[in-house]
């Protein structure tokens, strides 16, 4: 697994914590503001804003498993172009579905969106600074364990 790989499930499992700390609060906000319409409401904003986290970081593993780790290969780039259209068509569905039902409450949903929309992005500043990844990635040099193996001098 190279390093890239390691940084992206870095950012799934933190956008999961996130998701679920804005489940929590937005529950509880959403309880308070609108009764169980708000809690349900919350807890469909903290879903949809994971779902946009995974849905990233997931189509930019599977470009670079499909790239064989080059990031200028052209499957990498319709990958990652799927996947941004692909959060955008759902975006839109879930908006249009969502927007009259009667047990959606829209104020709790848009600001649990946004909350988690904006943390996402939080998460991956800080995960992506606070990875050690070499300007070079994923080398072996010679006199390295992984080289030695196999050859014989």
Known sequence: MNSAQLVLKRIIVWGAILGAA?????????????????????LVGAVIAFLFVAITAGTV????RVGKGD???????????GGWLLKFIVFMVLVIVLR???WINTVVLFFTIVVGIAGSLVVDVVVISKARIPYVSDVSLPGDEATDKGTSH
Do not use: K, M
């Open 22 to 42: 804005i489940a929590v609060v937005g529950s509880i906000i959403g309880v308070l503001t609108d009764g169980q319409r708000g809690l349900v409401s919350a």
């Open 61 to 64: 593993l599977l470009g670079i």
């Open 71 to 81: 990031i200028l290969h052209p499957a990498f780039f319709s990958i990652v172009l």
């Open 100 to 102: 009259d039902q009667p």
